[in-house]
């Protein structure tokens, strides 16, 4: 008879144990995030919650800073691990802002942008590769101008979450390219024989998607 409760409080013991160390479930309920992306589907940029903005070499020794303020996407992926993401962009060249209303006007002359050309700024992505750790490669063609060139962007998944308005998810998208290569030609050189704007564009994007209805 001891033998036999010592064996009964032996199972009940073991049970526990691994009751206690189960795994636990992970639930997509309102409010929370996971590390997953959430689902297949096309996704809407919520633009209030979204930039897009750029940094340029000033006179060799500064860094400065300016955005666009209007601009729209289209984000559409079948595979829950966002691997077949395709992502089109559009950037209004007119919407340019450096918080200084004479450059900007000078951004938007021939010099640089040619806005009432060229309204705006398009890419369309070939692939999205995932890099590991939340990082995807985002490939595509960028057009500005009349030239339209293949660009990389770096893309970091900053997740999912479900809300009580629906899913949400998040990316920042960097890259640098280089504004000769589509004809934002300015030039003037400084003293020191440096450019006064430099040539090479830090692109930087962040992207909050709301799952479409």
């Known amino acids: 008879m001891k033998k036999f409760l010592l064996a009964a409080v032996v199972v009940v013991a073991t049970g526990a144990v691994l009751v206690a160390f189960r795994p636990a479930k992970t639930t997509n309920t309102p409010g929370t995030t ?12 919520d633009k209030g919650h979204s930039n897009v903005r750029f940094t340029i070499t000033h006179n060799v020794v500064s860094q400065l800073d300016g955005a666009f303020t209007t601009f729209d996407g289209t984000f559409e992926n079948t595979k829950p691990d966002f691997s077949d993401f395709k992502v089109t962009f559009t950037i209004e060249t007119g919407s340019i802002n450096t918080f200084n209303e004479n ?17 705006q700024i398009k890419f369309e992505s070939t692939a999205f590769k995932p890099a590991g750790d939340k990082k995807f490669k985002l490939e595509g063609n960028m057009t500005v101008k009349d030239i339209t060139k293949p660009v990389v962007f770096d893309v970091t998944f900053g997740g999912t979450i479900n809300t009580q308005r629906g899913a949400r998810a998040g ?6 390219i280089n504004r000769f290569d589509y004809n934002l030609k300015w030039d003037r050189a400084t003293e020191a024989g440096g450019l006064v704007v430099g040539k090479d564009v830090e692109v930087t994007i962040n992207a909050e998607l709301t799952e479409a209805k």
């Open 34 to 45: 996971n590390n997953l992306p959430l689902r297949a589907g096309k996704w809407n940029l």
């Open 171 to 176: 990316f920042k998208a960097t890259t640098v």
């Open 103 to 119: 450059r900007d006007k000078h951004l938007k002359s021939a010099d640089f942008f040619e806005a009432e050309k060229y309204p």
